[in-house]
């Protein structure tokens, strides 16, 4: 298994900061979200700060499973729709959450279940991008971002120290 060539850690701090500027983004955006439907596990956390911040007390989840090894999404299979309600009249009051968008191939399932959603991601990959209506950081498609329930502790060795030969 390889991994691509840059890596993006982010902190517990950072990404509360991304999604708290995420939130002020959708300020503007409001149009009265009855909902908010995350995609699991991801946008499990933002979606808790952006309804803590936006006011919004229903968050709801659609969990879609990708079977791949890291390099390389496999086949997606949606384990959990969205309460039928909250995609009458396509999710026009509903708000998607994640913390990123990669391929954009999770987003595309998510957002033919609710294309008039408006659709919020923390990050967001050029080829996913498209598919987001509002994201805070882009960052380049052979970037890994590890996230901060994915780390634990450790010595992270210096940057310049991966391009010695």
């Given at each position: 298994m390889s991994l691509p060539e840059k890596a993006f850690p982010v902190s517990w701090d950072q990404f509360h900061r991304?999604?708290?500027?995420?939130?002020?983004?959708?300020?503007?955006?409001?149009?009265?979200?009855?909902?908010i439907v995350c995609i699991t596990r991801g946008g499990l956390v933002p979606a808790a700060i952006i309804a803590r911040e936006l006011?919004?007390?229903v968050i709801e989840t659609v969990c879609v499973?990708?079977?791949h090894e890291y390099t390389e999404q496999g086949e997606l299979r949606v384990l959990k729709e969205v309460?039928?309600?909250?995609?009458?009249?396509?999710?026009?009051?509903?708000?998607?959450?994640?913390?990123?968008?990669?391929?954009?191939?999770?987003?595309?399932v998510v957002r033919a279940m609710?294309?008039?959603?408006?659709?919020?991601?923390?990050?967001?990959?050029?080829?996913?991008?498209?598919?987001?209506d509002t994201f805070v950081t882009e960052v380049s498609q052979d970037t890994w971002i590890y996230?901060?329930?994915d780390m634990g502790f450790t010595y992270q060795k210096p940057i310049s120290e991966d391009h010695l030969g």
């Open positions: 991304d999604a708290r500027a995420l939130a002020w983004r959708l300020t503007g955006n409001n149009g009265g979200w009855k909902a006011g919004i007390r499973a990708s079977y309460t039928p309600s909250l995609m009458e009249n396509e999710g026009a009051d509903v708000l998607i959450v994640d913390d990123l968008t990669d391929t954009g191939k999770t987003a595309a609710m294309p008039r959603a408006h659709f919020a991601t923390v990050y967001a990959k050029p080829k996913g991008r498209p598919l987001v996230f901060p329930w």
